[in-house]
């Protein structure tokens, strides 16, 4: 592989059960372990997760779709189960469910024409995060000193 498909993230602790993942752009975002009951709205590693799959294909199908007509309504839902059985703690039963409305206008016929293909393209063969879930890879990891 060249270093031009290769992709990272580092990801820092920054307290307890506080983390912050920063890409080689410089972006950051926080997240933690299970939010407490005292009002924490931060992301866990699950819902990380289940973002990653929605925001990917939401990217894919918007592309393909706002070119015709801009939407009133883009909202991708992603569902799953999380479960702890012998092969360890893990997510079943993914759903993304998009709800994509256009406005009456130039281009919206297109547009409400192709989105079934373009969800179905980018669920088959563009998702990068999605399809290595579905193809699956194995995960490696290792130890270094700081």
Request: glycine content about 10%.
């Amino acid at each position: 592989m060249s270093e031009e498909s290769k992709r990272s993230v580092v990801v820092e602790r920054t307290g307890s059960g506080q983390f912050l993942a920063t890409n080689a752009r410089g972006g950051t975002i926080s997240f933690g372990t299970v939010p407490d009951s005292g009002g924490d709205t931060g992301f866990t590693p699950v819902e990380l997760f289940l973002a990653a799959i929605g925001g990917c294909t939401a990217v894919d199908v918007d592309i393909a779709t706002a070119r015709h007509a801009e939407p009133s309504r883009f909202a991708v839902t992603v569902t799953g189960d999380k479960v702890s059985d012998d092969l360890g703690n893990r997510m079943t039963n993914l759903q993304v469910t998009f709800a994509v409305t256009f406005p009456d206008g130039e281009g919206a016929e297109r547009a409400r024409a192709i989105l079934p293909r373009a969800v179905r393209t980018s669920h088959d063969r563009l998702c990068t995060v999605s399809r290595t879930v579905e193809v699956g890879t194995p995960v490696t990891t290792t130890v270094t000193d700081a």
